[in-house]
């Protein structure tokens, strides 16, 4: 199966700084369609998960666009321009293909 | 609104049941495959099981090695989780979730605790 690994695992930042995830896969995320599906999630302490961004770089509804989303093959990156408070909690990317595997999860907490 | 119940969580002796029930609204549920997803206390999530929308097709993880039973009843718009056989290593809050791959909707409850002890 596919392992799917975070770096950092921890992640703290300046409010209003830049930040930084990244996400490898151990094998190709390019889906037989041609496509690659690679979904970056955000769970706030005592919440459930909320995907910010779905197929390497797509933006759900309502994620503010200073999250984004970069990569191909097996390297993926996410990035956040300028954190702000609400954007502490843990980061996890995901392959939703079968099976799903999740990261490990990288917790952002502000210095 | 979207939303997505969960029910059915409580305390389990080890090799006891459960069965966890999710009720579905404000979307169309018998068009989304949908999972099961845990998440131990203070870890990680891991994937558990998931059932395509007509329930022809069901999966689970290596971990569950028959134990768990997914189903689904569309005219309820409910997911069902049976879990048989509960290990203390089972003990976690389980989330209920479409798991989208593309730009239809990725839907999550709120999850229901299962703690296994004796």
């Known amino acids: 199966d596919v392992v799917m690994t975070q770096s950092p695992l921890s992640l703290p930042v300046t409010l209003g700084q830049p930040a930084s995830i990244s996400c490898r896969s151990s094998?190709?995320?390019?889906?037989?369609?041609?496509?690659?599906?690679l979904n970056w999630l955000h769970q706030r302490p005592g919440q459930s998960p909320r995907r910010l961004i779905y197929?390497?770089?797509k933006r759900d509804s309502g994620v503010p666009d200073r999250f984004s989303g970069s990569g191909s093959g097996t390297h993926f990156t996410l990035k956040i321009n300028r954190v702000e408070a609400e954007d502490v909690g843990v980061y996890y990317c995901?392959?939703?293909?079968?099976?799903?595997?999740f990261g490990q999860g990288t917790k952002l907490e502000i210095k | 609104e979207v939303q997505l119940v969960e029910s059915g969580g409580g305390s389990a002796q080890p090799g006891g049941s459960l069965r966890l029930s999710c009720v579905a609204s404000?979307?169309?549920?018998?068009?989304?495959?949908m999972h099961w997803v845990r998440q131990a206390p203070g870890k990680g999530l891991v994937w558990v099981s998931g059932i395509r929308n007509d329930g022809s097709d069901i999966r689970y993880a290596d971990f569950v090695e028959g134990r768990f039973t997914i189903s689904r009843d569309n005219a309820k718009n409910t997911l069902y989780l049976r879990m048989n056989s509960l290990r203390a290593e089972d003990a976690a809050v389980y989330f209920c979730a479409t798991l989208a791959v593309a730009d239809t909707g990725d839907y999550w409850g709120q999850g229901t605790l299962v703690t296994v002890s004796s």
């Open positions: 995901m392959k939703p293909t079968h099976p799903s595997t």
């Open positions: 094998q190709s995320l390019v889906h037989n369609d041609g496509n690659t599906y």
């Open positions: 404000g979307f169309t549920f018998s068009s989304y495959w």
């Open positions: 197929e390497v770089s």
